[in-house]
């Protein structure tokens, strides 16, 4: 886990308000992913970038943006946070040479009230 | 589209018995799955992959899981549970889009191991 770092850990907010959770990570992989994490409903690609030019949306991208600032950091945004976002978030990244392999940071945990 | 199912939310196991958690898979095409785990407070950490070559696949921390192609199953196994072996365990299979390099998660199922 100490490859890929996610800050904060843990954000109380309120509806309305926009926040960012920042992931860095020193493995020097191109690829990175943004996840969420529901009870029951596995983990959700809220969107990937397969380089700092090249940044996709998932299954779920609708009220979340991203920015790729450098290979290292990718930075998910919530522009105007709701209740129902309230759940662990997730970096991961993986190396081309094993695209499925891919390595997780801590997780934060969100709360919109 | 590529999707695997956990049907099980939780399974419960006496340390030192066998343990096997169940997921089964729906693809087009040869499957790619694998198993990760997520401790407590932790992001996920891949256990074990199958990709293609023996239906019996090892991995971490005395974990295998067994490839069925007739049943489209992929069940994680492992011969003696452990306490610390409690966990969330999660079945991925690969997803073709973004050129393949995507997977999609099952819904996980919590291993509680009693002493």
């Known amino acids: 886990d100490a490859d890929v770092t996610q800050t904060p850990r843990n954000r109380i907010t309120k509806t309305g308000k926009r926040i960012m959770l920042e992931c860095s990570q020193t493995?020097?992989?191109?690829?990175m992913y943004w996840y969420r994490q529901d009870p029951g409903l596995g983990l959700r690609l809220i969107y990937y970038s397969f380089d700092v030019k090249d940044i996709n949306k998932g299954e779920i991208s609708d009220g979340y943006s991203v920015s790729r600032q450098a290979q290292a950091k990718f930075s998910l945004s919530l522009e105007s946070a709701i209740p129902n976002q309230t759940a662990l978030y997730f970096c991961a990244t993986s190396d081309p040479g094993r695209p499925e392999t891919q390595y997780f940071g801590p997780g934060t945990r969100l709360l919109v009230l | 589209a590529q999707s695997v199912a956990q049907p099980e939310d939780q399974v419960n196991v006496a340390e030192g018995n066998p343990l096997t958690v169940k997921c089964t898979y729906s693809v087009s095409g040869n499957p790619y799955l694998f198993w990760y785990v997520q401790y407590p407070n932790r992001g996920l950490q891949f256990l074990l992959k199958?990709?293609?070559?023996?239906?019996l696949v090892k991995g971490s921390y005395g974990f295998e899981a067994e490839f069925n192609k007739s049943q489209t199953s992929f069940h994680l196994k492992k011969p003696s549970a452990l306490v610390s072996d409690s966990a969330l365990y999660f079945c991925a299979v690969r997803d073709m889009r973004g050129a393949g390099n995507m997977l999609t998660f099952g819904g996980g199922t919590r291993l509680m191991v009693k002493p």
């Open positions: 199958y990709i293609t070559g023996d239906n």
């Open positions: 493995k020097g992989h191109d690829r």
